[in-house]
């Protein structure tokens, strides 16, 4: 008999329903184990009083026993037993992926996932755990948020600045001018005075303001292109750009702002003069060599531009790739993205129509909710006043129900604000990543060289380039997208199988989450792209995109 554990576990709110005790939990996977005639060596419970801690130590402890004892099947009752802490399931993924033996059983799912699972079963659990990986990779967004508030507060978050200094602590630094000997801040005053009053390209200032003492730190010429970066940094008259965005500094200008549009209007007119040939080139930064990880830098060779790898480690690869042939492989990753199977595209339709209609019914009810309480408490409050003035109530109870009240007002005001935040529309996002999948071709094609860049990056990841050919990953959530382009079902009665087996399964997958609108479409959703809200940088990128994109994302609303 092949060995196995038990995991079961319960919170304290299914505990007091019918039907969901640990003991019946416990029952039902014991009865599995009978009729499947494996032999339970150990049970890991976790009591509904357990808190996060003492929950995540037993998981760890169990996977640590399987690991250790070799045991190859976990049984649990649903999935969302196991995926209510989203980093265990991307542990348990690993375990399973780890040997094609091991089996995690749901078992009132009626779903073994493993390795050899049916494509359909699998896909379900991918979603899982492709959420999952995707939640705790956005722990970082948390950095990012900092960050922001930081711009928000008028300084810049960044790197160096030449000409500037960092003063203050770590978290709390702001930026001075540089006031010492080898500053670099005169020179830049200079550079924008001189440049901006006309006479002057930026080979010409170069040469001037090098024979003054400009130079690189090994006492070269400075490159023209730190020049161009410099003359066209709103930094320098009070401003800066952070993530896309400009921000009102609070850091002292070097120059002033009229100066700086001056500079930035002769920037334009010589780059149109073509006096300076600016080397942006599209993919630059953005490619890796497959073969030795280092990256790949971009050259003119007679007017065409050609990629390959710079060698910085030793490598075997030394094709050029011409910028052509790399763009055509990008539109291939784009188009399959494209989701052809027109009952898929009518069913993500349906589900978002729901969803977006469920949301919004949900919020509605939920303030609406708050919004009552919020005025029943402040009866209650008034009345209290109005019993003490009349002497009604003694000192003692009328302090003790005030402050009561008053702290449930409180919380009423917290949960108040916490869902206008909420309010982020789910449904918005999700049409508009479907948007931007379902156009990303035509899109990338008419975007200029920056939006494109952008648009790779946000849907493209780890591009590598072997012998000239483009590896990548799609970003979540562009790889669910993928996989649903993709789904290629044998026959369409299967087709229809997985349509509806999908349908079916969508609230049997979702973790217990309190706080979501009861339509199964947007439990679906989330599951499918992302847990709880989508990460504030991938609805910014999404709507920009969408806006671009010819695919309006209202399609999606019809
Ligand atoms: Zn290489």
Redesign the pocket.
Known sequence: MEKAIIYARVSTKEQAEEGYSLASQIKLLRDYVDKNSLDVVREFVIPESASGRQERKTFKEMMEYCKKRGISHILCEKVDRITRNLQDAVWIDGWLQDNQERRIHFVKQNLVIHQNAKSYEKFQWDIYVVLARQYSNNLSEETKKGLVEKAEEGWYPGPNKCGYVTVGDRGHKVWEIDRSATSEAPFIFKAFTLYSQGGYTISTIRDKLFKEGWMSPSGGMLPRASIHTVLSDPFYCGKFMWNGKEYEGKHEPIIHEETFALAQQKLKRQLKNGKVRKHEFLYAGLLH?A????SVSAEVQKGHTYYR?T?Y?P?K?RKCVREEAITAQIIHALDALRIIHADVTDWLRRALKECHEGEKHYHARVMKDLTDKLTKIKARIDLLYDDRADKRIDKEFFEERLSQNRRQQQEVIRKIARHKEAAINYAKTASDILAVSQGARELFERLELKDKRDLFKFILSDARLQDGTLLFAYNAPFNKVHEIATFQPQDSRENKGVLEALWGARSAMLPGLDDFPTGEAIKFFKQLFGILEFPATTAEQAERFAAMSLYSSSIFFQ
């Not at 073969?291 to 280092?294: A, N």
């Open positions: 060599c073969s030795c990880k280092s790898c060698q480690r490598c690869e």
